[in-house]
């Protein structure tokens, strides 16, 4: 199945990719939210030219407050078209995933990433959708300057098969809910 199946469904569903507004952000660790949300919109015909996006049932929304506030973002967005966080999916880096490692949860914690738990305080619930992608750590590297630093060009390469790789993570919870979800993408590893 793919995104274009969902033209005849009721629900509104918010897709939320995390990250910071500003080019010098464009190509961050930190912003891989943002850039699978680009690729998305290219997969679906179009491109970003604001923050948020509508494209039939789906919102695709860019936090324009940067990432510690991306909460107030996603709930003046849910709030204007009435999507109930069950509805929410957030995707966003994760330091303590290997790279070329996604995983899909629907609930938990913020797991000390700032823009979740952000997002999580904001709508007043930790069941909230999620689809982390594995950015790994550095040694003798602080985290805050690791999740700021650009992908170097090896990385930059493999990002499409990851991207691809959370779409049809997205695809299966927009068509098939959260169990099946969680049975296929509870932790998927990408191989190239």
Do not use: W
């Not at 000390?112 to 590297?141: D, N």
């Amino acid at each position: 199945m793919s995104l274009f199946n969902l033209m005849p469904k009721k629900d509104i569903y918010l897709i939320v990719g995390l990250g910071n507004i500003g080019e010098e952000y464009r190509l961050t660790r930190h912003n891989v939210g943002f850039l699978f949300l680009d690729f998305l919109a290219e997969n679906l015909g179009f491109k970003f030219s604001g923050s948020v996006e509508k494209f039939n049932n789906l919102v695709l929304l860019k936090p324009d407050t940067y990432m510690n506030k991306s909460g107030i973002a996603v709930k003046r967005v849910s709030n204007f078209y009435k999507i109930e966080p069950k509805n929410i999916i957030v995707i966003y880096d994760d330091l303590d995933l290997a790279y070329k490692t996604i995983r899909f949860r629907a609930k938990g914690s913020c797991a000390g990433h700032r823009g979740m738990k952000s997002v999580i305080e904001e709508l007043g619930t930790q069941l909230i959708p999620r689809i982390r992608i594995g950015i790994g750590r550095k040694e003798r590297v602080e985290a805050r300057d690791y999740v700021l630093s650009n992908f170097d060009s090896e990385e930059l390469l493999c990002l499409p098969k990851i991207f691809e790789a959370v779409k049809s993570c997205l695809e299966t919870f927009l068509n098939e809910g959260e169990d099946e979800t969680l049975k296929k993408c509870g932790t998927v590893k990408i191989t190239t």
